[in-house]
């Protein structure tokens, strides 16, 4: 048996084995001044977590998720249970209180902190709820054409005010989606704005999976004022923007708010898919 240490190279050898590569001298020390650029400054990486919608699953944000982890960032894209890789979880029991736990149980583990949380459409009802209970771990939030409950409110009772027999009627279509009362089914991608030739439509379009129907019923309960008092970002879709969804009159509301940052984006609602150069370039510049 051969009980010899391995060797270090000596910097010579290090510089010789790079020129054989094909490497010359000067790549190699800008790789290396690279390398100790994101080394000497902690203070420009991110930590990101991606909170999707209704649906979804922590996949659909692979490609944002791409882009951030190689401009160093530390980015977490977790499935919310009953759904894509966790759907095996599906049940009559998961509520909205199930998924904000997800996230606040994420946090917890991973010992979080200065975070930019990011929610996309149904995903706002989970970061509200995340940001009440976690305030002093989140650095900004972003809501990614998402819903913005108040207190008390579910999915289908936030956003602009309706009379009860219209709120009724959203109920019942949404018990029609889910004829087993326990999970809605997909919409197709063209509804979230993908379009049919988009190189994206069939791989959202196999990975959509039936989502939760408590989670949409369920009130939000907020005892410290929600995500109010961070520093807040609303990303509006807008070609096309999602029919018969509460976030143009979001988008509204948060323009004549000036502690809001406000953007819109000429993409659909799925805008990880479609523009996700457009959702890193916002995410970097926060915070």
Known sequence: MDNRKPQKLSRRQIMAGTAALGLSASVSSYASAKTLAVIQAPEQRKTVVLVHGAWHGGWCWRDVRAQLEAQGHRVFTPTLTGLADRAHLLSKDIGLDTHIKDITSLIDYYDLSDIILVGHSYGGM?????????????????????????????????????????????????????????????????????????????????????????????????ENGGSAGLKRSYIHCTAPALPNSSFPFHAEQVQADDSWVYHDLATGHDAMVTAADDIVRILTAAT
């Open 126 to 222: 989970v970061i509200t709820g995340v940001a009440d209970a976690r305030k002093a771990q989140i650095a900004e939030i972003v809501y990614l054409d998402a819903a913005l409950p108040e207190n008390g409110q579910t999915m289908i009772t936030q956003g602009p005010e309706r009379s009860p027999d219209i709120i009724e009627q959203s109920r019942k279509a949404l018990a029609g989606l889910a004829p087993d009362g326990v999970a809605m089914g997909a919409f197709p991608p063209e509804f979230l704005g993908i379009s049919t030739d988009h190189p994206g439509y069939n791989w959202v379009a196999e990975k959509l999976t039936p989502h939760p129907l408590k989670t949409w019923l369920d009130p939000i309960t907020l």
